[in-house]
């Protein structure tokens, strides 16, 4: 069983930055692929990025290429999501997910653990 732990949320302006980090226990992180989702009021959760075992692959959506940057620390069992450029379409509850398997995916149900999330708030 996999606890994940979001930290990092808050309020910033539009065109600011934060970064978001979520520490992993109870497994073996390196097993698993990493991702971060996020879910606006009213809407359903989206994928916004995931990173492989190793860190080598990295996915995102088209909405966050070249503003977010995902990354991990297999030896501090945490991954990160660096956020620049933010908008106020990017405000949402922040999740980390982890997935027993070799690439991430963008459909929630295919993720087996997650955290509770960390909220995000981009003022305009």
């Known amino acids: 069983q996999v606890q994940l732990v979001e930290s990092g949320g808050g309020l910033v302006q539009a065109g600011g930055s934060l970064r978001l980090s979520c520490a992993a226990s109870?497994?073996?992180?390196?097993?698993?692929?990493m991702g971060w989702f996020r879910q606006a009021p009213g809407k359903e959760r989206e994928f916004v990025a995931g990173?492989?075992?190793?860190?080598?692959?990295?996915w995102y959506a088209d909405s966050v290429k070249g503003r977010f940057t995902i990354s991990r620390d297999n030896a501090k069992n945490t991954v990160y999501l660096q956020m620049n450029s933010l908008k106020p379409e990017d405000t949402g509850d922040y999740y980390c997910?982890?997935?027993?398997?070799?690439?991430?995916?963008?459909?929630?149900?295919?993720?087996?653990?997650w955290g509770q999330g960390t909220q995000v708030t981009v003022s305009s």
């Open positions: 997910a982890a997935r027993g398997a070799t690439i991430a995916v963008n459909t929630p149900r295919a993720w087996e653990y």
């Open positions: 109870g497994g073996t992180f390196s097993y698993y692929v």
């Open positions: 990173i492989s075992r190793g860190g080598l692959t990295t």
